[in-house]
C-alpha cells in the first residue's frame, strides 16, 4: 500500500465550477501536511500548507480529517490557470516529505 | 532570483554510461534533496543531506552517489546508467526536512 494515495483523475471542471478531492495518508503519526501544485513537465511549487482546523487561501480551502486521514483541496470558482497536477505532500513522523503521485485538474472554457 | 539550479535539463545516455547531475542553491538552505519522478508514483527521495559534508540515503539510493562539499551545490552521479534509471530528476531545497521544498526545473533523463 501506497504512503500517500491521490486518485489520479483527471478531473475535468468547467470555468468557473467548484472541484475537490481528496488524499489518504496510511501513517497516523504523520506530522504535516501540505498541497504542491505541478504544472505539465515543471517543478512542484508549494501551494498551501494544511492546519488542522482547515484553511483558506483565496479560492482554495485545504482540510484535514485526522481520524480518517486524509486530506481534501477544494477550487471554487475554477479558472483556466488553474489547470495542474496537484501532488498531497506529508511530512512523516520521521521528516521527510512523501509525495503523492497526484490529482489531475483540467478546467475547460 | 535564482533559487535552485539544476543542470541540464535534458540528457541521453547509454546503459553503463556515468554522468553527474548538478544542483545548486542560492538560499542558505541547509536541507537538500534528490528525488525521480516517474509516471503513476509520487517523487521519491534518492538522497538528502542536512547539510555541507553530510548525505544520507533516501528510499530509492541504489546506483546513485552524492556528495556536498559546500552548502550551495549537492550533486548527483549515476554511476553506471541503466534503463531503469530513465526518470525526470529533481533537486530541492529547504530549510529543513520537512519544510517547504524549493525544487529545481528538472533533469529528464533518458537510458537507452
Known amino acids: 500500500r501506497k504512503e500517500v494515495e491521490q486518485d489520479p483523475g483527471p478531473f475535468n471542471v468547467p470555468e468557473g465550477a467548484t472541484v475537490a478531492f481528496n488524499c489518504t495518508y496510511s501513517?497516523?503519526?504523520?506530522?504535516?501536511f501540505f498541497w504542491y501544485r505541478q504544472d505539465c513537465r515543471k517543478e512542484p511549487k508549494l501551494l498551501m500548507s494544511?492546519?488542522?482546523s482547515g484553511n483558506e487561501d483565496g479560492r482554495f480551502t485545504a482540510q484535514l480529517n485526522r481520524a480518517s486521514q486524509y486530506i481534501s483541496l477544494l477550487i471554487r470558482d475554477s479558472k483556466l490557470s488553474d489547470s495542474a497536477t496537484y501532488l498531497c505532500?506529508?511530512?512523516?513522523?520521521?521528516?521527510?516529505?512523501?509525495f503523492g503521485a497526484g490529482t489531475q485538474v483540467v478546467v475547460t472554457p | 532570483n535564482a533559487g535552485v539550479t539544476q543542470t541540464p535539463k535534458f540528457q541521453v545516455l547509454k546503459t553503463g554510461q556515468s554522468m553527474t547531475l548538478q544542483c545548486a542553491q542560492d538560499?542558505?538552505?541547509?536541507?537538500m534533496s534528490w528525488y525521480r519522478q516517474d509516471p503513476g508514483m509520487g517523487l521519491r527521495l534518492i538522497h538528502y543531506?542536512?547539510?555541507?559534508?553530510?548525505?544520507d540515503q533516501g528510499e530509492v539510493p541504489n546506483g546513485y552517489n552524492v556528495s556536498r562539499s559546500t552548502t550551495e551545490d549537492f550533486p548527483l552521479r549515476l554511476l553506471s546508467a541503466a534503463p531503469s534509471q530513465t526518470s525526470v530528476y529533481f533537486c530541492?531545497?529547504?530549510?529543513?526536512?520537512?519544510?517547504?521544498?524549493?525544487f529545481g526545473q528538472g533533469t529528464r533523463l533518458t537510458v537507452v
Open positions: 530541492a531545497s529547504s530549510s529543513g526536512p520537512g519544510n517547504e521544498a524549493f
Open positions: 501513517n497516523s503519526a504523520s506530522q504535516s
Open positions: 494544511v492546519y488542522s
Open positions: 505532500v506529508v511530512k512523516a513522523s520521521w521528516g521527510k516529505l512523501q
Open positions: 538560499m542558505n538552505h541547509e536541507y
Open positions: 543531506s542536512v547539510g555541507a559534508g553530510i548525505t
